[in-house]
């Protein structure tokens, strides 16, 4: 496995409490999604980032924030959590954009259930 | 936009049967497609992608970019098989952002 923790791996919460979730990699990519995946939709890409400071939205961004302060840490943040963001959540890494390293590597997930 | 259509959600099959798994695109330029794979609890990983040209587990999928799709076969499922896969594809011009179908889930029956 590439090296890509997130943390927690398990969170239950209370709707409208803010929740954060942390993707670390050891990797030095440069590339960090978070994705969320539900039954019937797959995986749908939340926010992702291209570098330090550098994010952006992908298809399902409202209700989510992102940060990247550092190479190695994707911060998404839930600012008031709802029930319908009641899913689990993948972080995923990539070396480039494109050429033979562009394979996305995942992390183990984080299962969120919002009350 | 792009798309990926994954028509089945639940495929199931016998050990030792041909499988397929479905996947037609949607996009405008030159695509790049992957498989991906998840095995009960576990991450999920790169089965294979088009660019590569490989055969991993017995699997293989070829482009086919008249009919758009980049269907995974497999001549004899095994067990060990049983999983989500899904399809994906990152275009070339959106800063490596993929889309991912919704996933099949593939049962091999003994």
């Known amino acids: 496995d590439a090296g890509i923790t997130q943390s927690p791996r398990h969170k239950v919460t209370e709707t409208g409490t803010p929740v954060t979730l942390r993707c670390h990699q050891t990797?030095?990519?440069?590339?960090m999604y978070w994705y969320r995946q539900d039954p019937g939709h797959g995986l749908r890409l939340i926010h992702y980032s291209y570098g330090v400071k550098d994010t952006d939205k992908g298809e399902v961004s409202d209700g989510y924030s992102v940060s990247r302060s550092k190479t190695e840490d994707f911060l998404l943040t839930l600012e008031s959590a709802t029930s319908s963001q009641t899913s689990v959540y993948f972080c995923a890494i990539s070396e480039s954009e494109r050429g033979a390293q562009e394979t996305q590597y995942f992390g183990p997930g984080t299962r969120l259930l919002v009350l | 936009a792009q798309r990926v259509t994954q028509p089945e959600k639940l495929l199931s099959v016998f050990k030792g049967a041909p499988v397929e798994l479905k996947c037609n695109y949607s996009y405008s330029g030159s695509p790049e497609l992957f498989w991906y794979v998840q095995y009960s609890r576990q991450r999920l990983q790169l089965l294979l992608r088009h660019i590569s040209r490989e055969s991993i587990k017995g699997f293989t999928a070829d482009l086919n970019k008249g009919e758009t799709s980049f269907h995974l076969k497999k001549p004899f499922a095994q067990e060990e098989d049983s999983a989500m896969y899904y399809c994906?594809?990152?275009?070339?011009?959106?800063?490596?952002?993929?889309?991912f179908g919704d996933g099949t889930t593939l049962t091999v029956k003994p």
């Open positions: 990797e030095n990519h440069r590339y």
């Open positions: 994906a594809l990152r275009g070339n011009t959106n800063a490596g952002k993929s889309t």
